[in-house]
């Protein structure tokens, strides 16, 4: 080359030391920064734990930028923010809930937001939050991370958004998976304490079916509820006759049951109880249920059979502070139910045995009733005498007899007592004894049924009384001399199918003392019938409640003349028992039949 020869400018060919340092370092620092991600992307999956994950999230970026705090916020409710962890600040935050009306589609420089915004971000402007990054998943934003100053003092570069932008979205499906298993966790949690709770009914349940004392029943559920829901008080209420009663009590003095009970509406207002009640809630309740509230029982469980409610249990405050929660209302609840029923099994189980026991005194009483009873009515010389008594309960009110008095005179009695059962046999005894104590003495009917109506008068109250007929028959004179007091009166009926009523006496026994009664006599020829009744035969209904009458009666003995007593109490019986059909007998049936052959 001469020297005239141009110099070519060849610098464009050696490399700029500085453009290509910068370069290397942009480099470098975008590797380091994707080696940071990939490392947290990795740590971040390796975890199913959902603090782990918030966790990692939020001390990377501040270890890395030297960033002084920061939170993480996960939506709980529509519109609320939950805090999920946190770091440089008070641990008592942490589940706190924050009103948050906006979604932020991009990272937010706090100080940088608009007016409006910042009434929305009042919450992380207090906490001197200076950005705010959504947690993106698909279109979704799972929550926020939220990071204070860097300790610096320098603003967040554009780089560092881009880092911490890019943390966020890697950051989303771990938070999901962590959510995932939490729920997942929460609803194996609930549903091994469902499980426990449902063994804890079994074995309960056989604790209280093992058992028909009502006592011991209430006292074990009084513990049973004690025991599981640790408290020490507690009462049970159950419905008795209709009005609510407090049945078992747990840990009150008797001065506090009377400051509890002090008002009948109380009681009231129980029975209307459909579901458990919490008291402690934000809800106005009314002024008896808030009683129950500041006396120290805060639960309100209804023991409901049916539908209908049966009994409450009223819960104490728990020892240990702990609220009540719905699934402990639920347990409640089913318990109640559940001792409600062995409660009603027990009720009816007595009952039963209460029922038996009275059903084998009746018996007893209806044998010793059927012995006062004549079993067969005495022979007589050219005439028929059959009877018969058909209780409608076990034991009767009606009564019947026939005494043979001598060789020649025979009386027969039939009577009915005011009222059914056990009551009406005892005055039915009463009778039978006083009856066969004077006809050993007394020889007339109307001075034996006179005697017998002063002593029943005397031993006896006003609304019972006696209707009764006395005759005496005389065989060898075919004589028949009667005494009627207010029973329905016997038919006299001849061969021909003509009859005539007895009527002659006077007031029912038991009225009145001291009363005359007027005495009939009779002479009895072949072929003549005398049939003696109870009100159990004409007033037998059928299901029109149709009476069963006297014209069907008399009709019976016209149509029935030649055959003997016995076969015409049969017919009686049977005709009666026809005309009521399926119905059940409502009265005793008895009948006393008298034939002259």
């Keep these: 080359m001469t020297a005239d020869e141009p110099r070519k400018n060849t610098d464009f060919l050696q490399p700029d030391a500085d453009g290509e340092d910068g370069s290397n370092r942009k480099l470098d620092e975008k590797l380091m920064e994707l080696q940071s991600l990939f490392e947290v992307s990795q740590t971040l999956n390796s975890s199913l734990n959902l603090k782990s994950i918030l966790d990692n999230i939020l001390l990377t970026p501040m270890g890395k930028m030297m960033i002084s705090r920061g939170m993480v916020l996960l939506y709980h409710k529509s519109n609320k923010l939950r805090v999920e962890t946190l770091k440089g600040y008070p641990q008592k935050l942490i589940g706190k809930l924050v009103d948050f009306q906006s979604e932020l589609i991009e990272p937010i420089i706090l100080k940088s937001a608009d007016l409006d915004l910042k009434q929305q971000l009042k919450f992380f402007l207090e906490k001197e939050i200076e950005l705010l990054l959504p947690i993106h998943s698909g279109d979704k934003v799972l929550g926020y991370i939220s990071f204070g100053k860097k300790m610096t003092g320098s603003d967040y570069s554009k780089s560092e958004l881009t880092y911490l932008k890019s943390l966020a979205n890697i950051a989303a499906t771990s938070i999901e998976n962590g959510l995932m298993v939490m729920e997942l966790q929460q609803v194996n949690r609930r549903l091994d304490k469902k499980i426990q709770e449902l063994n804890t009914l079994f074995e309960i349940g056989k604790e209280l079916n093992s058992t028909l004392d009502r006592d011991k029943i209430l006292n074990l559920l009084g513990y049973a509820v004690m025991g599981e829901m640790i408290i020490n008080r507690c009462l049970v209420f159950l419905d008795e006759d209709g009005e609510m009663k407090l049945s078992m009590s747990k840990g009150l003095q008797q001065g506090e049951k009377e400051n509890l009970?002090?008002?009948?509406?109380?009681?009231?207002?129980?029975?209307?109880?459909?579901?458990?009640?919490?008291?402690?809630?934000?809800?106005?309740?009314?002024?008896?249920?808030?009683?129950?509230?500041?006396?120290?029982?805060?639960?309100?469980?209804?023991?409901?059979?049916?539908?209908?409610?049966?009994?409450?249990?009223?819960i104490g405050e728990r020892i240990t502070g702990i609220k009540f929660q719905q699934d402990d209302l639920d347990f409640l609840s089913t318990l109640g139910n559940e001792a409600l029923i062995c409660l009603e099994n027990a009720r009816l189980f007595q009952e039963r045995l209460k029922r038996q026991r009275i059903e084998e005194e009746l018996a007893l009483a209806r044998e010793i009733q059927q012995k006062l009873l004549p079993s067969q009515c005495p022979q007589c010389e050219n005439y028929q005498i059959d009877g018969i008594n058909v209780p409608s309960l076990q034991v009767s009110g009606d009564y019947f007899d026939c005494v043979q008095l001598d060789e020649n005179r025979f009386c027969l009695a039939i009577a009915d007592v005011s009222g059914k059962g056990a009551p009406a046999s005892l005055l039915m005894a009463n009778l039978q004894a006083v009856l066969n104590a004077l006809i050993e003495?007394?020889?007339?009917?109307?001075?034996?049924?006179?005697?017998?109506?002063?002593?029943?008068?005397?031993?006896?109250?006003?609304?019972?009384?006696?209707?009764?007929?006395?005759?005496?028959?005389?065989?060898?004179?075919?004589?028949?001399?009667?005494?009627?007091?207010?029973?329905?009166?016997?038919?006299?009926m001849h061969q021909d199918g003509k009859y005539e009523s007895l009527e002659k006496g006077g007031l029912l026994l038991g009225m009145m003392p001291n009363i005359p009664y007027e005495q009939g006599e009779i002479k009895l020829k072949s072929g003549d019938w005398i049939v003696m009744f109870t009100d159990g035969v004409t007033e037998a209904q059928n299901d029109a409640k149709e009476e069963f009458g006297e014209q069907r009666l008399i009709q019976i003995m016209q149509e029935n003349l030649s055959i003997s007593t016995s076969a015409m109490t049969s017919k009686i019986l049977a005709a009666v028992k026809s005309f009521s059909g399926n119905l059940l007998q409502s009265d005793d049936v008895t009948l006393l039949i008298l034939k002259a052959l």
């Excluded at 579901?275 to 008896?288: A, F, Q, S, V």
Aim: net charge neutral.
């Design 441 to 492: 003495t007394e020889t007339q009917p109307n001075k034996i049924t006179a005697r017998i109506n002063n002593l029943i008068h005397k031993n006896t109250n006003y609304d019972k009384f006696i209707t009764f007929f006395l005759g005496i028959l005389n065989k060898k004179e075919n004589s028949f001399q009667y005494v009627n007091a207010g029973h329905n009166p016997p038919y006299l």
């Design 261 to 314: 009970l002090h008002d009948s509406r109380i009681l009231e207002q129980l029975s209307q109880i459909a579901e458990p009640i919490y008291l402690k809630t934000d809800k106005d309740y009314d002024e008896i249920l808030t009683h129950f509230l500041n006396n120290g029982f805060p639960v309100i469980v209804p023991m409901r059979l049916q539908n209908v409610t049966r009994g409450v249990l009223a």
